[in-house]
């Protein structure tokens, strides 16, 4: 990982520092990462994952530990509004995996995709090769696999040469991989995209830009799939939304008169 102090302007949200970046930004700084032979790694956070973060030590510290953490969801970068937090805007990890895609075909830079399941990543690879056709997959392997072959893994993507590293797996598996094998990887940037393998494969949909620009892309979501994703969805909202109201409460000074000095709440 690059060194904690070379990191552009950052906000801390809920207890975790995210880099208050563009997309723009964020796509020339993977760029230089790979023009100076550096190696980032990048952590997304959405309302579900800050919730989880909460939850799972080991989480938090892998999304912790990403040399970039972007704000993925809408609901995070209002929360911070709210919060007097700047972030600039949403940068969702489809929009920035496809962007890294189009810049690695123009630059003929190699790319490895890793996740999914074997049918779903072979669709998605045939659909990526008419869309991006002087592209350079150095590799590809599914998603499953167990704890005990990540090195192998990792082996095999250092093997390919890839240069870019797109990981399509669930979290925490993509946030554990990350943190301990990202730099054995040697790829200059590892970028976990969840779920967004099915999404380019077809498999399923995303929600239309309106839905994404008013923060409702998890409510389109479990509407595709409303018995495996409606529950947890409303569970991790309700919480983040309780986590906001309870961030807000303890930033707002005290209303109560005082007697002597002012005193500010902290």
């Given at each position: 990982?690059?060194?904690?102090?070379?990191?552009?302007?950052?906000?801390?949200l809920?207890?975790?520092?995210?880099?208050?970046?563009?997309?723009?930004?964020?796509?020339?700084?993977?760029?230089?990462?790979?023009?100076?032979?550096?190696?980032?790694?990048?952590?997304?956070?959405?309302?579900?994952?800050?919730?989880?973060?909460?939850?799972?030590?080991?989480?938090?510290?892998?999304?912790?530990?990403?040399?970039?953490?972007?704000?993925?969801?809408?609901?995070?970068?209002?929360?911070?509004?709210?919060?007097?937090?700047?972030?600039?805007?949403?940068?969702?990890?489809i929009?920035?995996?496809?962007?890294?895609?189009?810049?690695?075909?123009?630059?003929?830079?190699?790319?490895?995709?890793?996740?999914?399941?074997?049918?779903?990543?072979?669709?998605?690879?045939?659909?990526?090769?008419?869309?991006?056709?002087?592209l350079?997959v150095?590799?590809?392997?599914?998603?499953?696999?167990?704890?005990?072959?990540?090195?192998?893994?990792?082996?095999?993507v250092?093997?390919?040469?890839?240069q870019?590293?797109?990981?399509?797996?669930?979290?925490?598996?993509?946030?554990?991989?990350?943190?301990?094998?990202?730099?054995?990887?040697?790829?200059?940037?590892?970028?976990?995209?969840?779920?967004?393998?099915?999404?380019?494969?077809?498999?399923t949909?995303?929600?239309?830009?309106?839905w994404?620009?008013?923060?409702?892309?998890?409510?389109?979501?479990?509407?595709?799939?409303?018995?495996?994703?409606?529950?947890?969805?409303?569970t991790?909202?309700?919480?983040?939304?309780?986590?906001?109201?309870r961030?807000?409460?303890r930033?707002?000074?005290?209303?109560?008169?005082?007697?002597?000095?002012?005193?500010?709440?902290?």
């Amino acid at each position: 990982m690059t060194h904690r102090q070379s990191r552009p302007a950052r906000q801390t949200l809920f207890g975790v520092t995210l880099d208050a970046l563009t997309m723009d930004e964020t796509v020339q700084r993977c760029l230089e990462a790979v023009r100076r032979g550096e190696q980032i790694e990048i952590g997304m956070v959405n309302a579900a994952k800050l919730v989880n973060m909460r939850r799972d030590p080991r989480l938090a510290a892998a999304v912790s530990g990403c040399d970039l953490v972007l704000a993925d969801g809408q609901a995070v970068v209002w929360a911070g509004r709210v919060l007097g937090v700047r972030l600039p805007e949403r940068v969702a990890g489809i929009d920035l995996f496809m962007r890294l895609l189009a810049a690695a075909e123009t630059a003929d830079v190699p790319v490895y995709l890793l996740g999914a399941r074997p049918e779903v990543l072979d669709l998605m690879l045939g659909r990526i090769a008419r869309r991006f056709p002087a592209l350079r997959v150095a590799g590809s392997r599914n998603g499953y696999f167990d704890d005990s072959d990540q090195a192998a893994v990792a082996d095999a993507v250092a093997e390919s040469g890839a240069q870019l590293l797109f990981l399509g797996m669930t979290s925490p598996k993509k946030e554990i991989f990350t943190a301990g094998y990202g730099k054995r990887t040697g790829a200059h940037v590892v970028h976990g995209v969840g779920g967004s393998f099915d999404i380019l494969a077809g498999i399923t949909k995303r929600a239309p830009v309106l839905w994404q620009r008013m923060g409702l892309e998890w409510f389109y979501r479990a509407l595709q799939e409303p018995r495996r994703l409606g529950k947890r969805y409303l569970t991790t909202n309700t919480a983040f939304l309780l986590m906001t109201v309870r961030e807000l409460i303890r930033r707002t000074p005290s209303a109560l008169p005082s007697t002597g000095s002012a005193n500010r709440s902290h």
